[in-house]
């Protein structure tokens, strides 16, 4: 893989120093850790001779958006399982459902009820029943074939960073990075949902111990937002000319620089923050934001 871009981001607080790994970039459309995640999968299911991709997510999903892509470049049929039966017939009212839809992705829309028993035995059963066999990618893509392809973000030119920050969801990217880096290095993971469940998942795939979770930047939930933030986002795009998305690298780096702030690093450090992309899902949620009349994401527009 080609080296990817890494921005000094602009700062001046107890000589600490910032940089942005731009992951977002790796790809137009499977963008971030999502691109890291699927790799090895798709490996993986051309070498059971899979010709179909089954997978599952919300109605913003950056995982869905990423499947969808992938299978049209690399040739696998794909099949979604979508979290929201009332989705159904708002597919062209949803930017990332439309998008899915274009690159060929079959949708099966589900009750929040049923989606819940996505993993177990008999609920995958009645799926094969219906399509046939296929590549079961889990949502959010994490798995340990996910976890490798992360393993791959950081590089030994890294060295020189003390911490390593990522946004969390379901934990296979921190995961990753989290077995590569040195004993000299900390990762720190900001959570863009509320749960605890996390930690436990994270150490499934966890090799060592140089990590910490920060809790306190979800902004009240997964998908939850306030103008604070996307002041912030639209605020760092201008000094930065870095994009931001509102569900995952915005909350990371709202963290960050609060905290930075509030002197938690030490005097010195050298801090790594990883884009993990996402920006696809900034026209969904300006559609939201625009329908509550409240401020948007700019540089989108
Ligand atoms: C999916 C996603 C994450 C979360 O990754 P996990 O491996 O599920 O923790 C973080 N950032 C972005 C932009 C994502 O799309």
């Known amino acids: 893989m080609q080296e990817i871009l ?25 963008s971030g850790n999502k691109f890291r995640k699927l790799k090895y999968n798709l490996v ?9 991709l089954l997978t ?22 794909t099949i979604g399982i979508i979290r929201g039966d009332e989705l159904e017939s708002k597919i062209f009212e949803n930017p990332t459902l439309k998008f899915a839809q274009e690159c060929g992705m079959q949708f099966k829309f589900v009750t929040r009820e049923s989606y819940r028993h996505k993993t177990e035995t008999h609920f995958i059963a009645n799926l094969k029943h ?31 960073y003390n911490y390593i920050c990522t946004a969390v969801g379901t934990g296979g990217t921190i995961s990753g990075i989290i077995n590569s880096v040195l004993p000299h290095q900390k990762v720190l993971g900001f959570p ?5 469940f996390l930690k436990e998942d994270i150490r499934k795939f966890a090799r060592n111990q140089n990590w910490t979770l920060i809790n306190e930047y979800h902004f ?9 933030l996307i002041a912030f986002i639209n605020q760092f795009y201008l000094e930065n ?16 620089m609060d905290l930075i702030n509030k002197n938690y690093f ?19 949620m300006n559609l939201k934001l625009k329908a509550k009349q409240l401020p948007i994401i700019a540089f989108n527009e």
Do not use: W
């Open 241 to 256: 000319q870095v994009p931001l998305d509102p569900i995952y690298t915005g909350k990371m780096v709202f963290g960050v």
């Open 56 to 77: 599952f997510g919300g109605a913003f999903s950056n995982h869905i958006a990423a499947v969808a892509y992938a299978g049209k470049q690399y040739g696998f049929k």
């Open 44 to 52: 993986q299911a051309k070498l059971e001779n899979q010709e179909t």
């Open 130 to 160: 219906e399509y046939g066999d296929f590549y079961l990618v889990p949502e959010g893509g994490t798995n340990k074939f996910a976890v490798k392809g992360c393993e791959e973000i950081l590089s030994r030119n890294d060295s020189e």
């Open 6 to 30: 890494t921005q000094k981001i602009l700062l001046s607080h107890n000589n600490i120093s910032v940089f942005i790994r731009r992951e977002d970039l790796i790809h137009p459309f499977i």
């Open 192 to 196: 863009a949902l509320k749960g605890d």
């Open 266 to 284: 030490p005097e010195n450090s050298k801090i790594l923050l990883i884009h993990t992309g996402g920006l696809q899902g900034i026209a969904g």
């Open 220 to 228: 009240g939930g997964y998908g939850k937002v306030n103008p604070e």
